[in-house]
């Protein structure tokens, strides 16, 4: 996968290496000459390199729950999952990194979680079936007006601009609140990790991928699919406070 740009410590006792082959690397080495390779907690093995590639090309791809992809029998893969954390710590990622991954999974949660929204014309529910596309349409206004009604799933105001837009339409203010927290929040500078200064101060949950600050103490949702729905800072009650 080229030349390595990142390696690990090898006196992390956090990490459990091995010498065998890089599972994320089909031209890997079988005599574990290269990279240090660590073990993911499902047992397979990958590089900082390896895993830092696979991972974006699945954002890349709209995927944000990673998925061990190990071959373990013939064709058959792992598919143990892979936490954001678990991969943000074994991919060695940059802060310029994880703001990338967390700006994108945030995106691609909120795409998940707000599949069904009432119409803000006449209320009725209706249901986004393509998640790459804002401009969705009524079919209760549609069928009442006896012409097309569109409206923006973002900012839920009558449709502006071409039909076919995953950023925005063209009404005024309409934006993407949880990628513009993540874009414009306050830096601040982590001592205890490894080169992080400059840090944005509210990332994505690894747990649940959503935007908290993190000079908070506690998470005080009641629930995840509640807090999903509010798009506050805090996440679920199943995060902590182990950043690492």
């Known amino acids: 996968m080229g030349d390595s740009l990142k390696n690990f410590d090898p006196l992390d006792p956090t990490l459990i290496f091995v010498d065998r082959k890089d599972d994320l690397d089909p031209f890997s080495s079988e005599d574990g000459d290269g990279p240090l390779r660590a073990q993911m907690s499902c047992g397979h093995a990958v590089t900082p390199d390896s895993l ?8 890349d791809q709209g995927i944000y729950k990673f998925k061990c992809p190990a071959l373990v029998e013939g064709t ?15 991919a060695d990622l ?8 967390e700006e994108n999974i945030a995106r691609l949660s909120a795409q998940e979680f707000s599949e069904i929204q009432p119409c803000p ?17 009524c079919p209760v206004c549609t069928a009442e007006q006896q012409k097309c009604y569109q ?3 973002q900012c839920r105001e009558p449709w502006k601009g071409s039909a076919q837009r995953s950023d925005r339409c063209d009404n ?3 934006s993407n609140k949880n990628l513009e927290l993540l874009q414009t ?12 200064i400059n840090c944005p101060s509210v990332r ?39 950043w690492n």
Not at 94 to 101: L, S
Not at 121 to 137: F, I, S
């Open 52 to 59: 830092t590639e696979w991972a974006r090309h699945q954002l």
């Open 76 to 90: 058959k893969r792992c598919n143990k999952p892979w936490s954001y954390r678990e991969v943000r710590r074994l």
């Open 94 to 101: 940059t802060v310029d990194e994880m703001q990338y991954f």
């Open 121 to 137: 014309q006449c209320k009725t529910n209706v249901e986004r079936t393509d998640l790459t596309n804002l401009c969705v349409v």
């Open 151 to 153: 409206f923006c799933w």
């Open 172 to 174: 005024d203010g309409c």
């Open 185 to 196: 929040c306050k830096t601040i500078d982590l001592p205890q990790v490894r080169g992080a």
């Open 204 to 242: 994505a949950c690894p747990k649940v991928e959503w935007p908290r600050d993190r000079i908070q103490s506690q998470c005080g949702t009641k629930t995840e699919e509640a807090e999903k729905r509010t798009l506050g800072l805090h996440t679920s009650e199943h995060y902590d406070d182990n």
